[in-house]
């Protein structure tokens, strides 16, 4: 794979007891990439993400980010900036905004010490790239569930990240501001040159902003560029049969019924890879 | 005031300030994390170890501490093992060290044990020892939350990340069942086992209706323990009742003030 790979994936596998998440997944994505994963609930996405990060070890395959693997993987912490899915959070916990973004910097200030004023400018200026710089001393509890999204990127940014994770940042934010969080996001990838790594099952939105797109259901079933990854056998693959697809613009739209988003998949249903990866 | 010429009303007082503020200190992450059942089950498991002490013949305080971390710890390890659920593994080992404790002391006929003490607490058998224990422990509690005050928040706020952030998220969680363990045994002679663990919830229940951050609210949450202790133990020399249910009450009627006034207002989808 290329040096300038910032994660690489090789056949990682994950189950939990009985329950397989990941399966032989071969994945790479390079430095300044915006890559969305899609694919439907119980599909292995915020797994993957939870591989990325060194929480889940996988049974089998290697996980590089960074060019580290397995013990020294660690030393990524500080690199990588995780959003979690907003519905994590309890909303009534008496926390105001700028404390919360703090915590992005608590691993690097030393036991028995707190944020100094440092941290709290590079705190300022993170909820400022997130436009949230007024509501600064606001309880988290008075927030919008898209204000709340907002704070948690900021949280992720304040510690300088390279690399950002950001699980289902759309789930449970109105549609109306939808469009300004992807703006968001897509703007922190131009200006900052993060890489991005976005879950989401929603596939028509993300295809308008990444520059990759990768379907999963426990296995990776296709990866590339939008137009090409998405198809009507990968979405088929990805989603089930019974998904149905509205073909206007350049992405097919989704309709799944909900009984079938987690199906068994069978073996070599990836075949309808449009391009790469699955050689690896 | 007059009662505390009394040098044991001295002492009461000094160890029911102590015990107030420890207890609403530790509340604060008891229900924030939703720990309320888990200290309930530790103050009941400390019967076992007192009555262990006597047994034995160990320091009683010393006995409940050792006991009282055991179960705390075992509470923790066998829910990790995922085959029964938290609440479970509470409900078993709640029951099984009480029981343990009634066999002892089913055992010891001729000691005079006295049983009511431990259960409801008896505040003015608190002795110079029994004060000097609850200094000790109390500022080892004070000096962990001081320490780990901002690993203790994340984990409580939000473990997620502070595994993301490789931040030793199990180990924390134990250091606070050892802490709500301490919190626990020091406090079993003053308010008894029985209302321990309403002493350890409610000035924090109180606090979290009115407090809009975190550090204000245990701030806020350590002045109504503390508050409640002395008021409760001024109401129970004056209406000669039991001091630990008098503190206990008092905390309870300020939760109800702050629960009326709250600002809380209903969370925003």
Redesign the interface.
């Known amino acids: 794979m290329s040096s300038t790979a910032v994660v690489e994936l090789e056949h990682v596998s994950v189950s939990f007891g009985p329950v397989v998440a990941l399966e032989d997944v071969t994945l790479s994505v390079e430095q300044g990439e915006f890559l969305g994963v899609v694919g439907p609930n119980g599909a292995g996405k915020t797994t993957l993400l939870e591989v990325i990060l060194g929480v889940v070890k996988p049974d089998s395959g290697v996980v590089r980010v960074f060019g580290r693997s397995g013990d020294e993987a660690g030393g990524n912490a500080h690199r990588i900036g995780y959003v979690p899915q907003v519905s994590t959070l309890d909303a009534r916990f008496p926390i105001r905004v700028l404390e919360v973004v703090l915590m992005g910097r608590y691993d690097q200030i030393g036991l028995g010490r707190l944020p100094g004023k440092q941290d709290r400018l590079l705190a300022l200026d993170a909820l400022r790239s997130v436009r949230m710089e007024a509501l600064e001393k606001r309880p988290i509890g008075q927030l919008s569930s898209g204000q709340r999204q907002r704070v948690l990127i900021a949280r992720a940014l304040v510690g300088k990240p390279e690399l950002l994770l950001l699980d289902e940042p759309m789930t449970g934010v109105d549609a109306s501001v939808r469009e300004t969080l992807y703006d968001l996001v897509n703007e922190l990838h131009r200006e900052m040159g993060l890489t991005i790594i976005l879950v989401s099952h929603d596939l028509s939105v993300v295809s308008k902003y990444v520059d990759k797109v990768a379907c999963m259901n426990r296995r990776l079933v296709a990866h590339g560029l939008p137009r090409e990854a998405v198809g009507p056998e990968m979405l088929a693959a990805t989603y089930g049969d019974s998904a149905m697809f509205f073909a206007h613009g350049d992405v097919p739209h989704l309709v799944v019924e909900p009984g079938c988003l987690v199906r068994e998949m069978e073996d070599g249903s990836g075949e309808g890879d449009p391009d790469e990866e699955e050689g690896h | 005031m007059s009662i505390l010429q009394y040098a044991f009303m001295q002492r009461a007082l000094v160890a029911a300030v102590l015990i107030g503020a420890i207890c609403a200190l530790i509340g604060v992450y008891v229900v ?1 994390r939703g720990l309320a059942f888990i200290g309930s089950g530790i103050a009941h498991a400390s019967f076992g170890g007192v009555a262990l002490g006597y047994l034995v013949g160990w320091n009683l305080m010393l006995s409940a501490l050792g006991f009282c971390l055991l179960v705390a710890f075992g509470i923790g390890w066998v829910s990790r093992q995922g085959k029964v659920r938290e609440d479970t593994a509470i409900g078993v080992f709640f029951s099984s060290t009480m029981a343990l404790g009634i066999l002892i002391i089913g055992l010891l006929h001729g000691y005079n044990i006295d049983l009511f003490g431990y259960l409801f607490g008896s505040i003015l058998a608190v002795t110079q020892g029994d004060l000097w224990w609850t200094i000790g422990l109390g500022l080892v509690v004070v000096a962990v939350v ?6 203790l ?2 984990v409580t ?2 473990p ?2 502070a ?5 030793p998220v199990d180990a924390l969680h134990f250091l606070l069942l050892g802490l709500l363990a301490i919190t626990v045994v020091v406090s079993i002679k003053v308010v008894g086992i029985v209302l321990v663990s309403a002493l350890i919830v409610t000035p924090a229940a109180a606090a ?1 209706q009115w ?4 550090l ?2 245990m701030g806020l949450s350590v002045a109504i323990g503390i508050f409640s202790a002395i008021a409760g133990l001024f109401l129970s020399y004056w209406l000669n009742t039991a001091s630990g249910a008098s503190i206990v009450l008092v905390s309870t009627l300020v939760f109800f003030c702050a629960l009326a006034t709250s600002r ?2 209903r ?3």
């Open positions: 924030l001081g320490v780990f005050y901002k690993e928040l994340l706020f939000d997620g990340i595994r993301a952030m490789r931040m979290y407090a809009e951050d975190f204000p609210m809380k207002r969370v925003r989808g």
